[in-house]
């Protein structure tokens, strides 16, 4: 099994919301997303805005260990693989590099 991961090699919250919201604003204007997170409980509204509570749901953030612990802890529950997308919040170039790296490691 394969779960798509959002990450965000941050730990300013407000910043990593901001980003994450701006790279997938389209996906909650689009019907099939948008239904499915109505039946996650996370509705969007009309023009397809999604709540904090949903980004919060789908990006993995923080400290490059608080990431792995996520990580490993998503893989240690039956999942196979992590398709990781990065969502860059300051320095996309060296959050890629330190993403990578993190993810070699596990």
Known sequence: MVAHVLA???????????????????????????????????????DGTMSDELVNSLVISGTPEAIAARFGELLSSGLDELLVLPVAVKDAASERTQLARLIGQL
């Open 8 to 46: 965000a090699m941050s730990d300013d919250h407000q910043a990593v919301l901001e980003a994450t919201r701006k790279q997938i604003a389209s996906y909650g204007r689009l019907p099939f997303y948008a239904s499915m997170f109505a039946d996650a409980d996370f509705p969007v509204g009309p």
